[in-house]
């Protein structure tokens, strides 16, 4: 009943910035908190960022500190993840996460990739 988009991938170099968006779409009126993850090839998918939805309580993981954001737009029912000083480590596919009441739901990636 609730959809996740991710767009903004895309390939840049070393030092660089993307921003990505998530659209949410369906029934969203219980969203609790959305979320950022990423999964490096053949890594486990890790946490990145997330903002709570009515509160605005936000977390990062520490490798992003002081060069990621994130972001929302509650009337647009988006978020967004504004990635600066991209290094090649945070290459991988980004997904987009969200807490529907209690039930998570997930995008299907976009592809960064940051070359050297």
């Known amino acids: 009943q609730v959809q996740l988009a991710e767009f903004g991938g895309g390939l840049v170099q070393a030092g660089g910035s993307l921003r990505l968006s998530c659209a949410a779409s369906?029934?969203?009126?219980?969203?609790?908190?959305m979320g950022w993850f990423r999964q490096a090839p053949g890594k486990e998918r890790k946490f990145v960022a997330s903002?709570?939805?009515?509160?605005?309580?936000?977390y990062y993981t520490d490798s992003v500190k002081g060069r990621f954001i994130i972001s929302k737009d509650k009337a647009m029912r988006t978020m967004f993840l504004q990635m600066n000083n991209l290094k090649p480590e945070d290459t991988g596919v980004y997904y987009c996460?969200?807490?529907?009441?209690?039930?998570?739901?997930w995008g299907q990636g976009t592809q960064v990739t940051v070359s050297s």
């Open positions: 996460n969200s807490f529907v009441g209690n039930t998570p739901v």
């Open positions: 369906g029934r969203t009126s219980s969203t609790y908190a």
């Open positions: 903002i709570n939805w009515s509160s605005s309580e936000i």
